[in-house]
């Protein structure tokens, strides 16, 4: 059974730092594209940042590139969103997702496989 299993939400104040992480069973991360999406309620869902299965190579979209990396740990069949510099906008719930492409992509069809999701609250 392939999960993925996101972790690391909560309530930051302004300016803080969080770290998400996206814990896979059932298959190994060496083999899929991962990425991180955000989705305010009543709005579209976001692309945030992808990490190729292929390379490793990492990409971060325009509104979090310098606050936000994403980055994996093989060994723990991880992948993490460490997030700085939080502000209000950042405010949703997280989601990573899964994808046989090799390459970054923040298509949603892509991705094959998503977590359930974890919530980040940014206010003071």
């Known amino acids: 059974h392939l999960q993925l299993v996101e972790s690391g939400g909560g309530l930051v104040q302004p300016g803080g730092s969080l770290r998400l992480s996206c814990t896979a069973s059932?298959?190994?991360?060496?083999?899929?594209?991962i990425g991180w999406f955000r989705q305010v309620p009543g709005k579209a869902r976001e692309g945030l940042s992808c990490?190729?299965?292929?390379?490793?190579?990492?990409w971060h979209e325009g509104s979090v590139k310098g606050r936000f990396t994403i980055s994996r740990d093989k060994a723990k069949n991880t992948v993490f969103l460490q997030m700085n510099s939080l502000n209000p906008d950042d405010t949703a719930d997280y989601y990573c997702?899964?994808?046989?492409?090799?390459?970054?992509?923040?298509?949603?069809?892509?991705?094959?496989?998503w977590g359930q999701g974890t919530q980040v609250t940014v206010a003071s």
């Open positions: 059932g298959f190994t991360f060496n083999d899929y594209t």
């Open positions: 990490i190729a299965s292929s390379s490793g190579e990492p």
């Open positions: 997702a899964a994808t046989k492409i090799t390459l970054c992509t923040m298509r949603e069809g892509l991705y094959d496989y």
